[in-house]
């Protein structure tokens, strides 16, 4: 199929009937404002050089002026949500940084809508509390509820492509605030139409729907979750049992943030794990023989017709980058071998320097180029 042609003969719904954004005005209250601002602080890395502008905006109204009054004059515009998946340069960045720090979560019945500005982690553990079933899989991931879609976030056997119903955002190109249907965002595997496009969409809410299971979460589908609470996957357990499971093993990887361990000064996975064609599969499979001999199996999932996904870890792990690889500042997480951390007083250079190591002898030992999961900014691996 082809996909572009999909997309197109999708065009997002206009939104005139979004209560509060239908005409985006002049917001009332001017957004706090900053020149030449430190953006390593907004990040989970700690990395970045300054932004020439950096601007917070706490309503969609400021959100969308902004982005506006950007587009209109021709500036660069970077968003930042949570920080937790942007890789910026030493050098920062030459134009408007928008940190999206608006409120809100509103619940009527199992629908959820949630402010692009909601700190995930903390919706999540609302929605667990309100009984209801479908992202309790996805506790302790960092950042904001609005970047959610632009990866199709995912851990432990839950996407948020299962449970979003439509993302609502302001469309540069149209000039306007679009609702998009999830069978529109091109959701895969830390995919979507927002990822591929990246200066076009601006999230601004998110609505979920989820499920009430009388208290019950949605079945668990990850194995290594259902060892851990002692059930079959496929079982349904009590919603704060597996909220509680998956952030116990988050923290085990250093997936969960905590300042004081520099495991989590990262930005999670650092490579997305590779689909492979069966072609490359088979010539993945030899090379794995001649480099660690017979009778090893490299991991393999079933990725839909005629693909199969393999395991970043395993492999960076099998090229020789063990746990806590590295003697400088950026160095792999001791607790995961797909984290690349930073260990304190590491520049954004030190950090691509680990990642381009990687990749390389990743590529060396198997034949395959690992791909960075985490938005580069002004640089690239
Ligand atoms: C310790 C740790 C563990 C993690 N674990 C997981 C995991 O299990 N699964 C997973 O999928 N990810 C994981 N991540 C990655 C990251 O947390 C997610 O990708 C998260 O959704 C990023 O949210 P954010 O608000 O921090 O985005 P940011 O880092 O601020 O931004 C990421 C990208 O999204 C864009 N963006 C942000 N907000 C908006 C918006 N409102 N509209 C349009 N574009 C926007 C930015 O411009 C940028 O391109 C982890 C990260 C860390 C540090």
Redesign the pocket.
Known sequence: MNRTRAWCAHEPRRSAWVPGLSVPSRSLEPVQELHDAPLAP????RLGGPATRLVTATTDAE?IDVVREADANGTPL?????????VIGDKGFAGTAL??ATKGFELDGTTLELA??EV?TDAVARTVEAGLAGVEC?A?????????????????GQ?VSSTITEVI?YDRHAGETVVVPNADCAFSY?RSR??AD?DR????RVRFRLEDADGLSAPIKYAETARALGVEPGDRVPLTAARETVLKL?TGK????DPEDHD??????FFTNPILTDQQFTAFHARVREHLGDGVEPPAYPAGEGHTKTSAAWLIDKAGFTKGYGTGPARISTKHTL?LTNRGGATTEDLLGLAREVVAGVREAFGITLVN???T?GVSL
């Open positions: 907004l990040t989970t890395f959100v970077l968003l930042i949500g949570g920080g937790s998946n942007l940190v999206i692009a500005g995930w996805l302790g991931i960092p950042g904001s509820a609005g970047a959610t879609p632009i990866q199709n976030v995912g851990a432990y996407e955002a830390r927002f990822k990246p969409y601006v999230v601004l988050r250093g997936m969960v943030l989590t000064w990262s930005a999670g996975s984290a999961e985490p938005v900014v």
